[in-house]
Antibody, heavy 120, light 108 residues
Framework: QLQLQESGPGLVKPSETLSLTCAVSGGSIGSSYSYWGWIRQSPGKGLEWIGNIYYSGTTYYHPSLKTRVTISVDTSKNQFSLKLSSVTAADSAVYYC????????????WGQGTLVTVSS | EIVLTQSPGTLSLSPGERATLSCRASQIVAGNFLAWYQQKPGQAPRLLIYDTSTRATGIPDRFRGSGSGTDFTLTISRLEPEDFAVFYCQHYGSSPQAFGGGTKVEIK
């Protein structure tokens, strides 16, 4: 059974870069037809897709975030990461890492989520 | 971008009753690629239904998805105590995929 676990700082200062990592267990990040990604959830914006990455490194980002988002994969560690730059309070949310079978697809595996607060 | 609007915002029902949740899209959802999720407090969303009407693995048959085009429905035939939660729809017929705002099903 595939399991995903997010990790990273719970508090980030405004204008800095939010960095999170998702460790994958129970499966290989290099599996065919596996896309790894991030979704966030906040009271104000609800559930919001951030982006996906294929193990080869090809990335797909939400248009509203693409200038600030970088998703990368580390196949040697079986993990992938999210970086969101120039954060503001509006980026405060629970961040989930996900697994899906396509660039645009439903999400059948989710991490437990990690709360990130942007505050000075 | 397709915007999904869910209604009602809150549904107050008793165990054993039928729940009908609506998800309306601002444009036609290509392929009727629409999914439903259930989320309980402190947990990640759990996939219930995909491709409008296909139940995910392990999902009981009291959950039924239907609809096409811009109007979709999740029906829970007889509410069990563990069903009370927030439900979200998600389209994945085009990019960017997006979620609705959710419907909370609470115990009356």
């Amino acid at each position: 059974q595939l399991q995903l676990q997010e990790s990273g700082p719970g508090l980030v200062k405004p204008s800095e870069t939010l960095s999170l990592t998702c460790a994958v267990s129970g499966g290989s990040i290099g599996s065919s037809y596996s896309y790894w990604g991030w979704i966030r959830q906040s009271p104000g914006k609800g559930l919001e897709w951030i982006g996906n990455i294929y193990y080869s490194g090809t990335t797909y980002y939400h248009p509203s975030l693409k200038t600030r988002v970088t998703i990368s994969v580390d196949t040697s560690k079986n993990q992938f990461s999210l970086k969101l730059s120039s954060v503001t309070a509006a980026d405060s949310a629970v961040y989930y890492c996900t697994n899906t079978r396509g660039v645009v697809y439903f999400f059948d595996y989710w991490g437990q989520g990690t709360l990130v607060t942007v505050s000075s | 971008e397709i915007v999904l609007t869910q209604s009602p915002g809150t549904l107050s029902l008793s165990p054993g009753e039928r729940a009908t949740l609506s998800c309306r899209a601002s444009q036609i959802v290509a392929g009727n690629f629409l999914a439903w999720y259930q989320q309980k407090p402190g947990q990640a969303p759990r996939l219930l239904i995909y491709d409008t009407s296909t139940r995910a693995t392990g999902i009981p048959d009291r959950f039924r998805g239907s609809g096409s085009g811009t109007d979709f429905t999740l029906t829970i035939s007889r509410l069990e105590p563990e069903d009370f939660a927030v439900f979200y729809c998600q389209h994945y017929g085009s990019s960017p995929q997006a979620f609705g705002g959710g419907t909370k099903v609470e115990i009356k």
